[in-house]
């Protein structure tokens, strides 16, 4: 029977969103997935996810949405949380802290487990406790209940996310990075069968900087004086990764893909104080 899913990569800004609509029919007829995950980071303003974003990503037909270091960036998505079991936090960050950073999905008799991890490097505002400790304890935990288990680890360096890559090797079923926006040439199957990719991409503009007005970014490195970016929305991108799994939650095939979105933005459907960066 196996299990197929579609990942995409970190949704950046309102142009990502409208991207995630215009293409998710494209992206059912031509991968058919029992399951839809996102990295939805950069989905709000450019850094971070809203509720009402997060309410129309469900609703567009996303099962599952991962975070990162901007996981608690708006103050409304983390007071709605512990309501929202299918957005992710990281999982080494303070048990403490609120919401899920892990579930196992069902759905037509099909299970997987979806974990959200957060690099130590390269981030400024947040310090994360190791997560090789912590994909140990709950890979091992997870396989209890269902042999599917896809790692989202979102991190800033190529270095980390290999690691990472090598050390999850035969431990989980997938291990796909996110948070460098820009999806990587690697995607491979690892020698005891785990899908493995060191970026997702990003859904979003495809002419920016990672999501965001590439002449500000240009400005910001020449002047050396950090700036407000605006989110660029020229050639709306989809791109992420399918997975195809065996019975025994070992990586089939995993297929990069880009799928072009449409340059229509629906105002109406986004406008929010929620959802002002």
């Known amino acids: 029977m196996g299990l197929t899913i579609v990942f995409l990569g970190e949704i950046v800004g309102k142009t990502g969103v409208f991207t995630v609509k215009s293409t998710m029919p494209e992206i059912r007829q031509r ?5 839809v995950f996102a ?49 992710l936090r990281p999982a080494n960050l303070p048990l403490e802290d609120p919401g899920r950073s892990w579930r196992v999905f069902e759905k037509n008799d099909k299970k997987v487990a979806i974990v959200m991890l957060l690099g130590q490097s390269g ?3 947040i310090h994360a406790d190791n997560p090789f400790l912590a994909i140990d304890q709950l890979s091992n935990y997870l396989r209890r209940g269902t042999a599917c288990i896809v790692v989202n680890f979102h991190a800033a360096t190529t270095a980390e996310k290999l ?6 090797n035969g431990k989980v079923s997938a291990i796909l990075g996110s948070g460098g926006k820009v999806l990587t040439a690697d995607a491979r199957i690892l020698s005891q069968k785990t899908a493995a990719i060191t970026d997702l ?10 999501g965001l007005d590439p002449d500000a970014k240009v400005k910001e490195f020449l002047t050396g004086i950090p700036t407000w970016c605006r989110e660029a929305s020229a050639q709306p991108e989809a791109q992420g ?29 986004s406008n929010s104080n929620k959802n002002q960066g």
């Open 39 to 87: 990295n939805a980071n950069s989905a709000t303003g450019g850094a971070g996810l809203g509720i009402q974003h997060a309410v129309y990503l469900r609703k567009l037909g996303i099962d599952c949405i991962t975070m990162g270091e901007a996981a608690y960036y708006k103050p409304d998505m983390t007071e709605f949380y512990p309501k929202a079991g299918w957005v």
């Open 123 to 125: 981030f400024a505002r």
């Open 201 to 210: 991409g990003r859904t979003g503009s495809i002419l920016s900087v990672g």
């Open 241 to 269: 990764t399918c997975i195809h799994f065996d019975d025994d939650g070992s990586a089939i095939s995993i297929e990069p893909f880009r799928i072009c979105g449409k340059e229509i933005v629906d105002e109406g459907e």
């Open 163 to 168: 690691s990472m890559a090598r050390h999850t």
């Open 31 to 35: 991968f058919e997935p029992d399951f």
